[in-house]
């Protein structure tokens, strides 16, 4: 699993940067780019840190992805899980901060 970052949809604000736990992104001309995303061990942190949805985490066939991709923005309290499956369809899981330590 690994992640993609969208140039055209980055801001460069360096959020995604701040959280990655093995300090695997860095930046091109004020872009976030990763030199090696098979480093990446897929923990999500920056895709929920990145507020434009620039980064796409791809979903590996061993959990039944088949080449879908998640993305998160932000509403409020709201962070809105979209998922871009292969055949072109799109699933959106809303989850509210206010209420993620209640599970
Ligand atoms: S998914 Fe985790 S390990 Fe991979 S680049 Fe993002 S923060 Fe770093
Ligand atoms: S968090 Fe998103 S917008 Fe900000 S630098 Fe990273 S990829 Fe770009």
């Known amino acids: 699993m690994s992640i993609r970052i969208r140039e055209e949809k980055c801001v460069g604000c360096g959020r995604c940067a701040d959280v990655c736990p093995g300090t695997l992104i860095g930046f091109r001309e004020k872009k976030a780019h990763m030199d090696y995303p098979k480093d990446c ?23 039944g992805g088949n080449g879908s991709t998640m993305t998160v923005t932000e509403d409020g309290n709201i ?25």
């Not at 897929?42 to 959990?63: M, N, P, Q």
């Open 41 to 63: 061990w897929g923990c999500v942190s920056c895709v929920k840190e990145c507020r434009t949805g620039a980064i796409e985490y791809f979903l590996g066939a061993d959990i």
């Open 79 to 103: 962070l809105h899980w979209k998922i871009r499956k292969h055949d072109g369809t799109v699933k959106t899981i809303d989850v509210n901060r206010q209420d993620s330590n209640k599970y």
